[in-house]
């Protein structure tokens, strides 16, 4: 089955980086598309980014500017730079795959067919 390791998280103060990363295998989807979303207890999951094996890309408003999402195809490997990082992007990330022609609907990542067990961000000001 598909396999989604997520690797990359850790503790960072107010206006640093990091940079995430999730690690596919097992998928056979010719077309499909990737996210990532966050979720801090007690509150709803957020969609952070998204790409498609088109390369079209969707970010939410709050991080538009701050996080890149890329896809290195080669080594099937998602990647999430996080810029600018502020307390509010704490969170536990998560990455999501799916298969077929997606619409890079943010609020669909988290219900995508496969999900990793997240990595935890923690931003202090």
Known sequence: GVELVESGGGSVQAGGSLRLSCA???????RYCLGWFRHVLGTVSEGVAAINS???????DSVKGRFTISWDGAKNTLYLQMNSLKPEDTAMYYCALDGGACPLALEE??????????????VSS
């Open 54 to 60: 088109d390369g079209r890309t969707n970010y939410a």
């Open 109 to 122: 990542i988290a219900e995508y067919n496969d999900l990793g067990h997240g990595t935890q961000v923690t």
């Open 24 to 30: 596919a295998s097992g998928y056979s989807y010719s």
